[in-house]
């Protein structure tokens, strides 16, 4: 069973403050990995891909990858309100058509002023 | 830069009825694209995957008859819903790969709703 899990939510953190998103997922043959942000009523949009092992920044945004522990995870820089949104965490698994993603459950983030 | 677009944005039928859903890829030959439902409060859930000229493939527990996926054109895939319940009421998602980039883009997304 192909599973991909985000840490439970929702999360809340002040204006400014890092914000903290873990996935793990169950299969070691996984090939993409993906982190969206969705807003109500709005189609997922991409923040990131990772694809190997390491951290990936892109401005406020780094997404880290360790495959060993099967665990992604997104740390948002300097947040702010606008970040409030559910962030989706999405699995490409080997063997699959490049495009099936796989969505974790979505973490409900809040940035207050 | 590469546009998927869905249509309609919002449907309103009444039960028993069919209504269609477009898929299209403005700029880009897509061999494959894919349907996502998500209920209210839920995550994206895969549907089927809709081959160029060929089935689509649907998941687990997604009925083939019900959910109809037509994929006939590089640029265009429908997803009908036939003889919709109000248990259909949902966003419908569309996304598609770009054929020689490992691109997904997705669409605006279909609010239906059933009545």
């Known amino acids: 069973q192909k599973e991909v899990e985000q840490n439970s939510g929702p999360l809340s953190v002040p204006e400014g403050a890092i914000a903290s998103l873990n996935c793990t997922y169950s299969?070691?043959?996984?090939?993409?990995f993906f982190w969206y942000r969705q807003y109500s009523g709005k189609s997922p949009e991409l923040i990131m891909s990772?694809?190997?092992?390491g951290d990936k920044e892109d401005g406020r945004f780094t997404a880290q990858l360790n495959k060993a522990s099967q665990y992604v995870s997104l740390l948002i820089r300097d947040s702010q309100p606008s970040d409030s949104a559910t962030y989706l965490c999405a699995v490409v698994y080997g063997g699959t058509s490049y495009g099936k993603l796989t969505f974790g459950q979505g973490t409900i983030l809040t940035v207050h002023p | 830069g590469a546009v998927v677009s869905q249509h309609p944005s919002w449907v309103i039928c009444k039960s028993g009825t069919s209504v269609k859903i477009e898929c299209r890829s403005l700029d880009f030959q897509a061999t494959t694209m894919f349907w996502y439902r998500q209920f209210p409060k839920q995550s994206l859930m895969l549907m089927a995957t809709s081959n160029e000229g060929s089935k689509a493939t649907y998941e687990q527990g997604v009925e083939k008859d019900k959910f109809l996926i037509n994929h006939a054109s590089l640029t265009l895939s429908t997803l009908t819903v036939t003889s919709a319940h109000p248990e259909d009421s949902s966003f419908y998602i569309c996304?598609?790969?770009?054929?020689?980039?490992?691109?997904?883009?997705f669409g605006e997304g279909s609010w239906l709703t059933v009545v």
């Open positions: 990772i694809y190997s092992n």
């Open positions: 299969d070691r043959v996984s090939q993409s």
């Open positions: 996304s598609a790969t770009e054929r020689y980039r490992n691109t997904i883009y």
